[in-house]
């Protein structure tokens, strides 16, 4: 178990010297530079807090896609590239009972994380695609 | 992530780099540069902005001066390609001088500094922009025309491309890499069914987007820039590339550069004498979006992984991938 403060709040605190003490002193392309920076640092407080739930559930419905037996290996990386070589194949497209769901989720759940702030997040949102699970 | 210490990186030094420069102002344009500032953006070109005897100029250069990329021309070739744009009546920026090795500044040209903005999101959403908007998408469509019917000299032995070449060097970058992407194959899987009957090649200008383009409040589109990707291929690619939705800027519902529809931005091109195959310029776009998805998930995060460019900007870019997932989910699924 790591000690404190947890990695979370050492990220906020990052965040606030970068908006608070560093951005103001900046000026051109290191001020662009750290404006990225900073949305940086949020992609990484919004992954510490969702990607493990949204794993479990990718996981979950790619077991399911795929009918792994439960000998199979089952990391992600394992079951996304199984996947890919039935996409690939032709075997499942998006007429595949729940490979539509299941993508949309995966993609939904990235965008969640990466950029929620992305206005195709927001028209999927709108056309009440789902959200990924959080576990 | 390996960080290496390549002599390019002590190239960016700033004031070495500003001696450079004005010693190739005394020598090519007579007299000392001044006020010389970086302009913000670029992932893939540097910008620099100077003024030289009461003159203003651009410098644009490879990323710390480095060779280009696989896909760039070179910078001669560039320069040659706007020489032949201009002088078929199409707006671009003047090259004033080609960087030889002598100067010790990388691959670069300078070009004459045009006023006008080139920020999409200045374009879309400033006031000042209000009334030129509307037209952008018909100006867009008449250069296109202009643009697919200038005859290129075979000297220049531009790169050539096609739908299926294009879809083939992309799917090969995405096999390539360790992590599987399933959008993406779905992606290259309908593409691959739906490849669009092969037309005459054209000069295709290859990075024809928003953010590519000049605009003036006065006049709407007054330069046409970024030609390091231009190459003979399919004149409809032209037409989609700058539908891709990243290109939209969060305008969605304006499927032209987030300023206008494709039915007017057809139309003009169709007036000035080009033809509009809508299926194939909509596997374009399809095309266009994977394309973008594979660089950001492949090529910007080797480019960062790799220690080539370890900046904060190349890393995030890599990021930038998922938009391009639910983005091609929806096209995929007729939503678009």
Known sequence: ???????????????????????????????????????????????????????KA????LKALLDVGPDAKDDLLTLNRALCDKIASGEMDLSTPDLRDHLIKVSMGKLAIDQPRYQGYKTAQANNWPEEESK | MTKKNHPAAEKTDASDFETRIDELCQSQFGAGVTNLKRLSGGASQESW???????????????????????????????????????????????????????????????DFIEGETI???????????????????????????LHQIEVSPLLDLPHSDAAGELKKYAEFLHQHKQPHPVFELAVKWLSDNLPPPRAPVLVHGDFRNGNIMVSPEDGLVALLD????????PMEDLGWPCVPSWRFGQHDLPVGGFGQRADFYAAYERKGGEVDEASARFWEILGTLKWG?????????????????????????????????????????QD
């Not at chain 2, 651009?58 to 201009?86: F, T, Y």
């Not at chain 2, 890599?318 to 699924?333: F, H, N, P, W």
């Open chain 1, 1 to 55: 178990m790591q000690d404190r403060p947890a990695a979370e709040d050492l990220l906020a605190a990052v965040r606030g010297f970068l908006n608070d003490t560093a951005m103001p002193q900046l000026q051109g392309h290191a001020a662009f530079s750290a404006r990225v920076a900073g949305n940086v640092l949020d992609i990484l407080a919004r992954e510490l807090a969702l990607a493990p739930g949204f794993q």
């Open chain 1, 58 to 61: 990718e996981t979950r419905r």
């Open chain 2, 49 to 111: 902005q100077f003024i030289c005897d009461a003159k203003a100029y651009v410098l644009r250069r490879n990323p710390g001066g480095k060779s280009a990329s696989q896909n760039a021309l070179p910078k001669a070739s560039e320069a040659a390609i706007i020489d032949a744009a201009a002088a078929a009546g199409i707006c671009v920026p003047r090259v004033s001088y080609i960087c030889t090795p002598s100067d010790d500044i990388g691959e670069a040209y300078v070009m």
């Open chain 2, 120 to 146: 999409a999101r200045k374009i879309l959403r400033d006031a000042e922009f209000d009334g030129v908007r509307p037209d952008l998408a018909t100006q867009c469509g008449e250069v296109l025309a202009r």
């Open chain 2, 227 to 234: 030609w390091e990707l231009t190459h003979i291929g399919d």
């Open chain 2, 294 to 334: 594979i660089m950001c998930a492949v090529l910007m995060s080797r480019a960062f992984e790799s220690g080539a460019d370890p900046s904060v900007e190349r890393g995030s870019i890599g990021r930038r991938s998922s938009e391009t997932e639910i983005d091609l989910l929806r096209m995929l699924l007729e």
